[in-house]
């Protein structure tokens, strides 16, 4: 099963906040959904799962569009961040009322899973969406998007506002249920140094636009951190993939990605280090600011 | 389909709810309020009150449904046409129990005339109040503030008009709704229901064609 999309593009008014993007979502990997505030991950997530309409492009699953197609949404699960501050009407919904409409909707839906994680968290169900904190409401969109068992698991924010400890349990509630069951998920995040070892795969969104969609492990095996004076920095990576130059003095830090069958030219008095997921995240990304 | 029933079932149970209190706490106001020992209780009063308690928590509750019920349920992966089925087929369904319990009553006093045009009468009456729960849901859905000011004045005057003439005809041992049963009235309230329905239709259709889901 392939979830597709191809020249996605969405606009408000106008201004595209998603701009002709393309990928394709493999079943059986963990994909991290990572951008700056605003760079468009929850519009994509939304329109991959057909909950906005799209300004252009198309979102296929198995060929078949999702828009409109119940066939395809009942493979499909976005838990998406929870907003009680919204007019919505949804503070006042208790969690047991939220993870029942959740239980309708997912035919795959595993209630002894529910009850398991529900306990697991602590979650009280009784008590009204409005009441629960940051990291509970985290929760309850975490028991719906595993026990929804859906093929494809959308999770928009799940570690937003969880504790460090409730934030481990998650990555391993989540990789126990990928081991189990070989579902795709998607977790859209900002915490990226515990994410790192679990996401097979990265798209980075910058601006709207997909900056890369590759495997973690490929990504931070090419990325390095080079710094030394600007000259030798300069003549070692020159035609180089280089990004988030800084200079100070006459020293030059910056971040190197290597292709297959490049490398950093040797003979240079240079300091080279291989990099976190947030460091080439920061790398990429941070580049925005100073254009 | 079978999602969309179980979903819009339990949204009418939150709406009966509400209803069903409304039954019990009118109920109460208006039994205590008649002697036993000086006047009959008119076959009229148990309809009234019934009508009543099923048409206020519907303009209530509608534009809940704009707000979060429709939003939620494309959330969990139902698509708009089926969102817009299940809806207008959930305000068709709340109309009926309350016109036939209502009908079953009247069936039980011969002395209330035309007791099939009456009880016809009583479901266009819910059928109204439906439609315009979907209007003022659009409304409010879309315009906030101004749609609230709205929903207030229409329920005030719609629900609270409504139940202060009952309320007064009660009192005074006049009250009677057999003119919703005659032949011209059924007709506006026929023609009125239908366009109103069609209109809250087109509305609930046209929002949610671009509706993005945002709980």
Known sequence: MKLICEHLTKAYSGREVLRDVSLTLEQGKIYGLIGRNGAGKTTLLSALTAQIPITAGAVTLDGAPVWENRGALKELCFSRELNISSESGLSSMKVRDYLHYAAIYCPRWDEVLAQRLIGEFQLPVKKRLGKLSKGMLSMVTIVAALASKAPFTFLDEPVAGLDVIAREQFYKLLLEEYQATGRTF??????????????????????????????????????????????????????????????????????????????????????????????????LCGEEENR | MRETIRYWLLFLWQTAKIALWAVLFIGIIFLARVDFTRMSLSPYLLPTIITASAALPQLICGPGAYTLYMPLQLALGETRRNVFWGYLTSILVYALPPAGVCGALLALSPSVPNRLGLTLGLLLVQLLSGAFSSILGVLYAKFKIIACFIIGVVSACAGGGFVTINMLNIFSDKLSLSFLGQGDVLTVLAVTAAVLLLAGAVLTGLRLRRLEVKL
């Open chain 1, 186 to 283: 998607v977790v859209s995040t900002h915490i990226l140094s515990e994410a790192a070892n679990v996401l097979e795969e990265v798209i980075i969104l910058r601006g709207g636009e997909l900056l890369t969609m590759t495997d973690t492990e490929s990504l931070l095996n090419s990325a390095r951190y080079v710094t030394g004076r600007a000259e030798d920095v300069d003549a070692a990576t020159a035609g180089l993939e280089v990004h988030h130059g800084e200079v100070m003095g006459r020293s030059k830090e910056v971040t190197v990605f290597l292709r297959e069958g490049q490398a950093i030219r040797e003979g240079y008095d240079l300091t080279v280090q291989p990099m976190s997921l947030q460091q080439v995240f920061v790398a």
